[in-house]
């Protein structure tokens, strides 16, 4: 069983900065694809950033492409999401995932529907 475990979350203003760190705890399959998502009140959970595992590539959202920046750190099993600009747009409630079957093309297209692991969450609010 794989375990997702979300930090980094909080308050900035417009225009500041955040990181976001992912912990994964491998369970039995290695996951292909991780990435963050992200729903913000009244509205549909949409992805923000994916990274394949395999060869990194990597794929942002229009909204946050400039700003935001996924990468990984295989060796402490952890994703990181660098924010900066932040605008208050991006407040919403960020979460990590991790898919050990599907590549990150098919995580996107199909909005995170069939994604095989989220974690909690965690909240960044931006106020202007």
């Known amino acids: 069983q794989v375990r997702l475990v979300e930090s980094g979350g909080g308050s900035a203003q417009s225009g500041g900065a955040l990181t976001l760190s992912c912990v994964e705890s491998i369970g039995a399959r290695p996951s292909i694809c991780m990435g963050w998502f992200r729903q913000a009140p009244g509205k549909e959970r949409e992805p923000v950033a994916t990274i394949a595992t395999e060869g990194r590539h990597t794929y942002y959202a229009d909204s946050v492409k400039g700003r935001l920046s996924i990468s990984q750190d295989t060796a402490k099993n952890t994703v990181y999401l660098s924010m900066t600009k932040l605008r208050t747009a991006d407040t919403a409630m960020y979460y990590c995932?991790?898919?050990?079957?599907?590549?990150?093309?098919?995580?996107?297209?199909?909005?995170?529907?069939?994604?095989?692991?989220w974690g909690k969450g965690t909240q960044v609010t931006v106020s202007s």
């Open positions: 995932a991790a898919d050990p079957e599907d590549s990150c093309m098919i995580v996107v297209v199909n909005g995170g529907r069939n994604i095989g692991y």
